[in-house]
């Protein structure tokens, strides 16, 4: 089982967008993939087609509590066949205000209980550094920055790498790094994201993946609920998509953490 966590203390960088089209990527290769969506907002379950009217068993934050298991709570994904979802909901606010003692290793502990059921998985996080996020972090194998081209959002990614390193790698999970930085929302017209993105390679190299445009395609694939490979499949942001995740995955494959 290979778990991918996709992370960066800033809305609106286009995070969820991206592990909803890591998740599309896997479940098209043949993998068997489990999405968790960690956000209270739940955007990663409706853009894998979970709606209001989706009769769900138990949410992220009841398997994160031990109400629920993984098994008990995963929902398939309408619009990602092969695809399974552990749907976020509001209920997530509560439990990230008042965590459990084990929250941060509860999801590093369930995962290899299933890891006869699902060959991948992706975690949406939270765009926070917040109990949730260090949950999904301390599960991860691989963790992925989605990153829009505007400084305060690059100077996340090295708060990120703080958090990373100074409450993870020691005791959590030993070794555990950013593996890939998958540049958003880019217009190379635009001075500031030539500039932002020549500090990216730079300073992460061939961890930087193939850039994915701006896209008004994006936006309207949330509205359909659906990622938007599925959803424009022939789009040119559809082909940068596949561009990175391409990159992405090879360079994550054989390496795992913890």
Known sequence: MNVFTVALPKGG???????????????????????????????????????PQTPIAATAAEVLDAKATLLEAAEPAPTVPGADVIVGAHDLTALQQQPPPDLVTSLRDMLPTVKDRWDSVVIDTPPNIGALTLAGLAAADHVIVSVELATEA??????????????????????????????TKVDTRRLLDREVLALLTDRFGERVTPTIRSAVAVRDAYTAGMTVSAYDPGSAVAADYKAAIDHLLAITKGTQHG
């Open 13 to 51: 960088s286009t995070k969820t967008a991206t592990a909803a089209e890591i998740v599309f990527a896997l479940a098209k290769l043949g993998h068997r993939v489990l999405a968790v969506d960690l956000d209270e907002q739940g955007n990663l379950s409706t853009r894998l087609g979970i709606t």
């Open 154 to 183: 690059y100077d996340q990614i090295g708060r990120l790498e703080a958090v990373i390193d100074g409450q993870l790698t020691r005791r959590i999970r030993p070794g555990l790094s950013v593996d890939a930085i998958v540049p």
